[in-house]
């Protein structure tokens, strides 16, 4: 049995959702739904501190990415793509941070290091948001 994921939040100019335990299909739902009360309250910003989360499975990086989908308008991910064709489009809106060097892993065979910025410190990915 996989171990409950604990999310807790820190408001301020940027909401941080503090994830600690496993990140899977038993929590996949509750990651989405801590994340979209966020989004409803107005928040058009997210940062996900990892340092807590033990393990990612499949479910969790569907979680990850509904996230990223529901921070990431498609409006500015197709003015990037139609100005940058070359480059690819990292969400200015979605960071994740201080994941472990296992869950980094796994975050970056599933692709996700190529789209979203992944910070070793929360206060580097809190300042991504200043620039």
Request: hydrophobic fraction near 40%; avoid cysteine; charge should be neutral.
């Given at each position: 049995m996989s171990e409950l994921l604990k999310i807790t939040k820190t408001e301020g100019p940027v909401p941080i959702l503090h994830f600690e335990g496993n990140l899977d299909g038993q929590t996949e739902s509750l990651a989405v739904e801590k994340a979209r009360e966020v989004f409803d309250a107005g928040s058009q910003h997210l940062v996900i501190d990892l340092g807590g989360v033990d393990m990612v499975t499949s479910a969790g990086l569907r979680a990850m990415h509904t996230i990223y989908k529901m921070f990431t308008p498609a409006e500015a991910m197709q003015a990037w793509n139609a100005e940058?064709?070359?480059?690819?489009?990292?969400?200015?809106?979605?960071?994740l941070a201080r994941p472990s060097s296992q869950v980094?892993?796994?975050l970056s065979i599933?692709?996700?290091?190529q789209s979203i910025c992944i910070y070793p410190s929360?206060?580097?990915a809190l300042d991504s948001f200043k620039e």
């Open positions: 940058n064709a070359d480059k690819t489009f990292k969400s200015p809106y979605f960071v980094h892993y796994v599933a692709g996700f290091l929360m206060q580097e």
